[in-house]
């Protein structure tokens, strides 16, 4: 059901976010073709609820990930600049396409106060983003490494190209 509802959902998403345009006179485009990754952020249907909420407000224009969460689940690509993304709720909802706009990674202790206010989480400043991943990358790690104030995270930015809301 959820990919049923993924597939219709990139049927509406590519056309609104004007990615076949060219179609017509090239044919097929690879982003037009290819059904984009489905995701979620955080780790709860609660936290995908509240991100996702900061994304279709234009709060949320990044994201972060713990490398070693990319490198230890074979099935989590590492993001790249121009990815597209169809992103779910908290009930496996598709509710939004991104592209990714530019992907960096840095030790987790030289993320900068811009990077933290464009995750657009609580007060925006780079102390309650440090705090809030910390406790999530400790948390819920999908490796075996522990946190460290040097482990390398990758920064995200995308831009929001439909909200299906």
Do not use: C
Not at 144 to 158: A, I, N, Q
């Amino acid at each position: 059901m959820t990919q049923d509802l993924i597939d219709s959902f990139w049927q509406v998403a590519r056309v609104r976010a004007n990615l076949n345009r060219l179609s017509i006179y090239t044919g097929p485009q690879p982003l037009d073709a290819i059904t984009p990754p489905a995701w979620a952020f955080g780790a709860t249907p609660e936290h995908a609820d509240e991100l996702l909420a900061l994304v279709l407000a234009g709060t949320k224009t990044a994201t972060s990930t713990a490398l070693w969460d990319i490198e230890a689940d074979p099935d989590e690509p590492m993001p790249e600049r121009g990815g597209l993304s169809i992103l779910l709720d908290g009930s496996s909802r598709p509710r939004a396409l991104i592209v990714t706009s530019a992907v960096s990674v840095v030790p987790f202790d030289e993320v900068d106060a811009d990077h933290a206010r464009a995750e657009g989480e609580g007060d925006r400043t780079l102390e309650h983003w440090s705090e809030v991943h910390q406790r999530f990358f400790t948390e819920h790690a999908a490796h075996d490494r522990g946190f460290s104030p040097t482990m390398p995270v990758v920064l995200e930015r995308f831009e929001v190209l439909y909200d299906g809301s």
